[in-house]
């Protein structure tokens, strides 16, 4: 089959959080089955260009609609890690895609809605006739309402659509002005009910509910979320839509790719380790302590990897540094944030332990680093308050660091807790709490840190009953081929 993913995100060139880390490993494991695969993104100023191999100039000039003119672009092909990546360079005083970051910019909903049209008019223009477009997030919600709205009558009849929810905290509330600059233009039509408008806000177009009508198929990262969105109140005033297309809905637990997150053949890590080698992974754990300055003392080492967001549970966060460093732990943070007042909040608990040998908060993003964390640390806590998939606590799984996570979404479809799972005692890999508040969190560490110090050859057990569990794309990949299968065009 011929895939062609529109995507804003594909690690490692381009990666913000989870999306990123997806959209790579699932085109990877589609190629392995012999299908092709071929990946559209922007081509923004901050893409990690030292990752793209023969990066060249291969569609010279694509005018793409905009209003009642064209933007001038170009497009370029390259290789990452193996996959076939095109991306888009708009040439325009808006300058979309030169901005120093990935999104967070007034104008996101104009710079991915010309995105959604770039990358049609690119398969349109260069002749590519994919079997399915596989969109993800708002930020592509426009490709498929632009397939069937108008690229249907310029000729692509072909193509089916599946689209991906990874998050439905941003949904892309925009204007009338998007139709107008992507030709769609009818306001009266798309600002209905049944097609764009938001289902709370008359006056606002949503380009991820566009996404869920127009496209064959939706799936959202893992089954637990899928049925949260649908029966709870987490759908952020999507829950009537999504009831309608809900014979289109279902959900596919996230893979990770093991070629990149996988301790016995991971470049970033001093030491590599196996199930069979677990004693060296306190190597990594020495070579950890020695990049934060840490002290070296019989302790365990607590760490989070994330974005620092309101959904990943901000006040348990900056509950389990207090509650590790006041219970013989050590502690290490790895984040950033895209908001102003929860990056204060935590520049201001950096500089409150600068000099605690028992605690590092590492403010940034950096790719190479969090490899050495997820293998140095022995858990990790995920305490989100709401979470689709979460590949955190997978990747920490197969590093044998064991998880500490609040019971949503993905997390609990992945972490099965030591002391009360009803799973076989040797499929438990973690620790497991309900409530959000300090008491759920203070529990599971609790139990946690006991047993590390109390019952070693347990916590042991544990670690290695998590990187035995198979997280990989085998399964998923063969899920998104069923879906394919079943919405293309025969
Ligand atoms: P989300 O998609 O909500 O951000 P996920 O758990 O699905 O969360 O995916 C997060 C991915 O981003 C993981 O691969 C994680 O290692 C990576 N990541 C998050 N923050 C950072 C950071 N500051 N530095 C390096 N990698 C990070």
Not at 324 to 340: H, M
Not at 450 to 455: F, H, I, L, R
Request: hydrophobic share 35%; glycine share 8%.
């Amino acid at each position: 089959m011929y895939i062609a993913m529109v995507a804003s995100e594909c690690a490692p060139v381009a990666k913000v959080g989870g999306l990123g880390d997806v959209v790579f490993g699932l085109s990877r494991e589609l190629e392995i089955r012999g299908n092709s695969v071929e990946i559209i993104l922007p081509k923004y100023d901050c893409l990690r260009y030292d990752q793209i191999f023969d990066l060249r100039l291969t569609y010279k000039d694509l005018w793409v609609p905009w209003y009642d003119r064209a933007v001038h672009c170009s497009v370029y092909f390259g290789f990452v890690h193996g996959r076939k990546c095109f991306f888009i360079e708009p040439h325009s005083d808006h300058n979309f895609f030169h901005r120093r970051v990935f999104y967070g910019q007034r104008d996101d909903d104009q710079r991915f809605a010309f995105f959604s049209k770039a990358a049609l008019e690119f398969m349109l223009k260069s002749g590519k006739n994919p079997d399915i477009i596989h969109c993800h997030d708002w930020q592509t919600g426009l490709v498929p309402v632009l397939l069937y709205e108008m690229y249907k009558h310029l000729g692509m009849t072909h193509p089916r659509v599946c689209y991906t929810l990874h998050n439905l905290q941003h949904q892309g509330l925009t204007g009338e002005h998007v139709l107008r600059a992507t030709g769609l233009n009818r306001p009266s039509y798309f600002f209905h009910q049944d097609r764009l408008q938001d289902n709370f806000n008359p006056a606002a177009i949503n380009l991820m509910k566009g996404g869920i009508v127009y496209s064959n198929f939706v799936t959202t990262v893992s089954p637990r979320y899928a049925s949260e969105i649908l029966h709870t109140s987490q759908n952020f005033g999507l829950g009537h839509t999504l009831h309608v297309y809900r014979g289109k809905l279902g959900g596919i637990l996230n893979g990770v790719d093991y070629n990149t997150w996988n301790p016995e053949i991971d470049s970033h890590i001093p030491c590599r380790y196996g199930i069979n080698s677990l004693a060296d992974k306190y190597e990594n754990k020495k070579a950890l302590r020695q990049r934060f300055w840490l002290q070296d003392a019989y302790k365990p080492i607590v760490c989070y990897i994330g974005r620092l967001d309101h959904q990943k549970g901000v006040p348990l966060i900056t509950r389990a540094i207090h509650y590790c460093l006041q219970n013989g732990t050590q502690f290490v943070l790895l984040g950033t944030s895209p908001d102003a007042g929860i990056g204060h909040h935590f520049w201001r608990l950096k500089q409150r332990y600068n000099d605690n040998p028992d605690c590092h908060l590492e403010l940034g993003f950096n790719e190479e680093l969090s490899h050495l964390i997820y293998a140095g640390a022995e858990m990790m806590i995920v305490p989100s308050l709401f979470e689709p998939c979460g590949l955190t606590q997978m990747i920490a799984l197969k590093y044998g660091t064991v998880p500490v996570v609040r019971a949503t979404g993905g997390l609990a479809d992945t972490v099965f807790d030591a002391n009360h799972s009803d799973r076989p005692c040797d499929e438990r890999n973690g620790y497991v709490f309900n409530d959000f508040n300090d008491q759920g969190i203070d529990s599971a560490l609790h139990r946690a840190i006991g047993m590390w110090y109390t019952y070693p050859n347990d916590f042991q057990e544990l670690m290695a009953n998590g990187m035995r569990c198979d997280y990989s794309w085998n399964h998923p990949g063969q899920h998104y081929l069923n879906i394919y299968e079943h919405i293309r065009d025969k």
